[in-house]
């Protein structure tokens, strides 16, 4: 009977793993549709109706218009000027009490998730640092040859949690290990300090 108990019992806590990250996936992403949705879309059909007296309300039209805006802001971003701009703002929001600690922590999250979504890092690996025999979860950069033909790897070294900052370090082929992780587990192991691990230690 008590056999029974467990078997059921880590059933349903597996279960509930499973479950319960989709389920909070689901509402965040609905809740943040709906409210992206209706504040722009508002503002759209209230201007619409203005200019077109037959106008009818488009399902999803505040999605639409947020994507084209997001998408000239990311054409802009890419100016110079807009850049300066972009930086001056940033500064100036970095110095404002309340607003810099909420600010600093969302942009060195979006910056690690953009960081982590390029293609700069060709794959997770396992370096020794900082002694032997002590080894840390990095992304290999590149590769190179010294004067004699020796081969290197550069390993960019993340901290955490925060994964923007860290090292770059060079290390001769042999010393690379592979991770057994993508790209993207890998940050998220560092981002949790290894509560959410799904690769293989060396």
Sequence with gaps: MRRLYLHIKNRLISGLLILVPLIITYFIISFLFR???????????????????????????????????????????????????ISFGEKLLTKIPLIKPVYSSVKQLVDALSISSSSSFRQAVYVQYPKENVFALGFLTNDFKDGAGKEYYSVFLPTTP?????????????????????????????????????????
């Design 35 to 85: 409210s992206v949705n209706s504040l722009i879309a508002t503002h759209v059909n209230t201007i619409l109706r203005k200019y077109f007296t037959d106008f009818k309300e488009v399902p999803g039209i505040g999605i639409i218009v947020s994507i084209i805006i997001i998408y000239i802001i990311g054409m802009l971003g890419s100016s110079v000027i807009i850049k300066k701009f």
């Design 162 to 202: 925060n994964p923007t900052s860290g090292y770059l370090l060079f290390y001769p082929k042999s010393d690379v290990i592979p991770a057994g992780m993508s790209v993207e587990e890998a940050f998220t192991a560092i981002m949790s300090g290894a509560i959410v691990f799904k690769g293989e230690l060396p």
